[in-house]
């Protein structure tokens, strides 16, 4: 979704003006729902959500959807994804460079810490004298370094894509919307 122009009137303003509403538009930005979720989540009265909700879809900042079932889910369209969250396209590239810079890095260190030379050094004199030749390879602390970046880059990486997921079937049940 390309950032969308949001054009605040004087009507968008008054239906912004109530804390239900905004709570309303806050609860639809983790996924769609219907007014009987809404109304349990909200710990508010099934009608009072429905009031709500029409002033919220008359402002242009929700959109609903029967699927042709018996539930009428209710989500935010574009202008409302874009009141409340407006530069997530933005934040979710960041989260996936810094994973895939973090994954790459930690790939980089194990590979680094596997390939490395194997030398051999001898060991320090024990008292009796003596000490055997013991190899010494890189240090341990390189590989678990290369195993933590190569996990948190993972963990990034998936996050930023489920994120893109869900903002993309946002997106696709939004257009879906505007289509009918």
């Given at each position: ?144 370094a290369g195993i933590a970046l190569a996990v948190i880059g993972g963990i990034l990486v998936a996050y930023a894509c489920i994120r893109w997921r ?15």
């Amino acid at each position: 979704m390309e950032p969308v122009d949001i054009v605040l009137t004087k009507d968008t303003f008054e239906v912004l003006a109530s804390e239900t509403r905004l709570d309303i538009l806050k609860t639809l930005s983790t996924r769609r729902m219907t007014v009987t979720e809404l109304a349990d989540t909200l710990d508010l009265a099934k009608s009072t959500v429905h009031h709500h909700l029409q002033r919220l879809a008359d402002a242009g900042l929700v959109a609903a959807d029967d699927d042709g079932r018996a539930w009428v889910y209710y989500a935010l369209t574009q202008e409302g994804q874009g009141l409340l969250q407006p530069h997530d396209g933005t934040r979710i590239r960041v989260l996936l460079a810094a994973g895939l810079a973090s994954l790459v890095g930690g790939v980089c260190a194990v590979v680094a810490f596997l390939t490395a030379p194997v030398r051999e050094g001898p060991v320090s004199p024990r008292p009796g004298g003596g000490g055997l030749p013991v190899p010494a390879g890189p240090p341990v602390e390189l590989l678990v370094a290369g195993i933590a970046l190569a996990v948190i880059g993972g963990i990034l990486v998936a996050y930023a894509c489920i994120r893109w997921r869900n903002r993309r079937a946002t997106e696709d049940f939004c257009a879906g919307e505007e289509v009918t």
